[in-house]
């Protein structure tokens, strides 16, 4: 019976970012801007570290993935939206609202598992500074970010699979700009108990874990770093570090509050749950190739040096 319901459903309505029509063409040119700028900026740091030989290392590998990965990521989510404003319509299609589910899903835990990475990066660079290049070696941080990608899809793959298996009301407007989890629960006429707790506990897994071993890899760091005799020193440890702590304390903290506080279905609450989508699927993904590269004398130098056109394209590490 729950098959027979499931299927009957075409398509869904989407809240979108506003209901207010008076503010959709801003929004319209605001969200455009932004996906432009987040494309080329996060596209022009993989092609700056690509094309510096000087960058072909685990910190640098592992940033243009993540720059990579912020790509796909913005780019489920925005490009709907932006053609759902101008259209005026707020359908997705059944098959179109699982499929970007699913893609939203494992680039953002993507994210995720490559910000985990990059903090274990800095840990052994500054904690096991000898053994730094035997440890991450180029076989072992491509095994690493491989291992990201399979368990990302591994654990989309369950959480859309739970999605399939429920009915969905018709005429029900998803509370969110994009398909997400909690939204399609929502608007389900099934028991979503199952995928209640298995989005509690996989999904809280998911975000929990790595951003504790993102803690517990900065207080190794912290401590190593007050060890450092010299002032000069110090500095130079904590600027390869701020960065990444600045782009951690910006993505988990809208993903904690998305996912890990449960909102009322008011309107006041669906707006207050837009906002933090897009704090995290827009705003964290335009801001990290300017917090990158404006904190990073390297990437700026490589930025520099490829915007005037002096690049020699070898992609070796």
């Known amino acids: 019976m729950a098959g027979e319901n499931q299927t009957s459903i075409s398509e869904f309505l989407l809240w979108g970012l506003s209901e207010r029509p008076e503010q959709q063409r801003i929004l319209f040119l605001l969200f455009l801007w932004m996906y432009v700028i987040t494309v080329a900026g996060n596209l022009l740091i993989v092609l700056a570290i690509g094309t510096n030989k000087h960058l072909h290392t685990p910190m ?4 243009a993935s993540l720059s990579c990965a912020d ?7 925005v490009p709907k939206a932006l053609v759902n404003i ?7 299609s059944y098959a179109g609202c699982m499929g970007q589910l699913y893609f939203f899903l494992t680039f953002g835990d993507l994210d995720i598992f490559l910000l985990a990475t990059m903090a274990y990066d800095r840990y052994v660079a500054i904690c096991h500074p000898l053994h730094y ?7 072992r ?3 690493m970010v491989t291992a990201c990608w399979i368990l990302t ?3 989309a793959m369950t959480h859309t699979f739970l999605i399939f298996r429920l009915s969905f009301c018709s005429q029900k407007v998803i509370p969110d700009f994009f398909c997400d989890l909690g939204p399609l629960m929502k608007v389900s006429c099934s028991d979503t108990q199952v995928n209640e707790l298995v989005l509690l506990f996989l999904g809280g897994a998911v975000i929990l874990i790595p951003f504790i071993l993102i803690l517990v890899s900065y207080v190794h760091i912290v401590s190593a770093i007050l060890r450092v005799p010299s002032a000069q020193g110090r500095r130079k440890a904590f600027s390869t570090c701020g960065s990444h702590l600045a782009v951690v304390a910006l993505f988990f903290g809208t993903v904690i509050r998305a996912y890990l506080c449960p909102s009322s279905s008011s309107a006041n609450s669906v707006e207050e749950d837009t906002a933090a989508a897009v704090m995290y699927t ?3 993904p335009l801001l990290n190739p300017f917090i990158y590269s404006l904190r ?8 520099g040096r490829l915007l005037r056109g002096k690049v020699s394209f070898s992609l070796g590490h």
């Open 60 to 63: 640098y590998f592992f940033l």
């Open 71 to 77: 790509i796909l990521f913005t780019s489920t989510t």
């Open 86 to 92: 101008q259209s005026q319509s707020r359908s997705i």
């Open 133 to 139: 290049r035997m440890i991450m070696s180029l076989r």
């Open 141 to 143: 941080c491509s095994l």
């Open 153 to 155: 899809n591994l654990v």
């Open 282 to 284: 827009v705003v964290t």
């Open 296 to 303: 990073n004398k390297d990437m700026k130098d490589a930025l």
